[in-house]
């Protein structure tokens, strides 16, 4: 069955320190891999997907077939970059083709 | 329009009735969802349309939800016989097709709380 976890609930780190949010799946075919945003008072958007192999914000996710994960990391934390995220996996077949799997998300928050 | 559009924001209902939620898709999008986000629950998938069909709405958690989609448009969710576990944030969104390969755009969602 398909399952997004992500183990953290919460995250803190400071101004200028790395950060990586967890995130590990499971799924028996080829999944494709998102991670979503969420930002105070703001709607739920979509950061990144790992299709697209591209950096946005400074944020990177790197989909390890062999370790079943998707962990998002930025190398120097900005306080901007405090919200929520989840980690997504699309990967349905048939009926289920548009549905989207969400991890719980993991609040982040960047003290300066 | 420029966004998902979902009304009302905000809505506290008694125990027991009933309560009607709007999505207006962005204009051009075939796919809708609806998810549900409760605290410390995620996102849970409840449907998805495909036009005006359903192809999935194995994620209704009882009897007392139903969802429909008319003209390939707005889409109205409905809970009959509210209970308070049905208090969260009823998340709509859309895109052009299926997940794979396209953006889902989200609404701002609509606040139930059941009191």
């Known amino acids: 069955a398909q399952r997004v976890t992500q183990p953290e609930k919460l995250l803190s780190v400071f101004k200028g320190a790395p950060v990586e949010l967890k995130c590990n799946y499971s799924y028996s075919g080829s999944p494709e891999l998102f991670w979503y945003v969420q930002y105070s008072r703001q709607r739920l958007q979509l950061l990144l997907r790992?299709?697209s192999r591209e950096s946005i914000k400074g944020f990177t996710a790197d989909l390890n077939k062999g370790e079943t994960s998707f962990h998002l990391k930025k190398p120097f934390a900005q306080e901007e970059d405090s919200a929520m995220y989840y980690c997504?996996?699309?990967?349905?077949?048939?009926?289920?083709?548009?549905?989207?799997?969400f991890g719980r998300g993991t609040q982040l928050t960047v003290w300066p | 329009g420029a966004g998902v559009s979902q009304s009302p924001s905000n809505k506290v209902t008694e125990k027991g009735k009933d309560v009607e939620l709007r999505c207006d898709p962005i204009?051009?999008?075939?796919?809708l969802y609806w998810y549900r986000q409760s605290l410390g629950q995620g996102l849970e998938f409840l449907i998805y349309?495909?036009?005006?069909?359903?192809?999935?709405k194995s994620g209704l958690p009882s009897d007392r939800f139903s969802a429909e989609r008319t003209g390939g448009s707005v889409s109205t969710l409905t809970i009959q016989r509210t209970q308070q576990e049905d208090s969260a944030v009823y998340l709509c969104a859309s895109s052009i097709g299926v997940p794979s390969g396209n953006t889902i755009y989200f609404g701002e969602g609509s606040w139930l709380t059941v009191v």
């Open positions: 790992h299709i």
């Open positions: 997504a996996l699309s990967g349905g077949r048939g009926s289920t083709l548009g549905r989207l799997y």
């Open positions: 204009s051009g999008h075939t796919a």
């Open positions: 349309f495909q036009g005006n069909s359903a192809p999935d």
